[in-house]
Nanobody, 122 residues
Framework: QVQLVESGGGLVQPGGSLKLFCAAS????????MGWGRQAPGKEREFVAA????????QYAESLKGRLTISRDNPKNTVYLQMNSLKAEDTAVYYC???????????????WGQGTQVTVSS
């Protein structure tokens, strides 16, 4: 049974940082592309970042480049999302996703976690 469990969300002030974690189980983590998406209230889910199984390919949403770092630790079955210089518009539920294809587009990822809330507010 595939499980993706996100953690690390919370309340942060504008300009602050958060690191999100996604613990994966139930599939061959080292063979899957891992991604992050987010969904703000009243909006559709959007792509945030993705990383291939070998770390050879990394993609970020154009609007978020420079503020994010996605990484993975295959032996630990964990993917991370470091977010810096957070803004109020980054407030959303952040979802971890997995897919056996190389860098698929969102929202077509095969497996999704339940999400973790990130709120940026003073």
């Amino acid at each position: 049974q595939v499980q993706l469990v996100e953690s690390g969300g919370g309340l942060v002030q504008p300009g602050g940082s958060l690191k999100l974690f996604c613990a994966a189980s139930g599939f061959t983590f080292s063979a899957d592309t891992m991604g992050w998406g987010r969904q703000a209230p009243g909006k559709e889910r959007e792509f945030v970042a993705a990383i291939s199984w070998s770390n050879s390919r990394i993609q970020y949403a154009e609007s978020l480049k420079g503020r994010l770092t996605i990484s993975r630790d295959n032996p630990k079955n964990t993917v991370y999302l470091q977010m810096n210089s957070l803004k109020a518009e980054d407030t959303a539920v952040y979802y971890c996703a997995a897919d056996p294809r190389l860098m698929p587009t969102m929202p077509s990822y095969e497996h999704w976690g339940q999400g973790t809330q990130v709120t940026v507010s003073s």
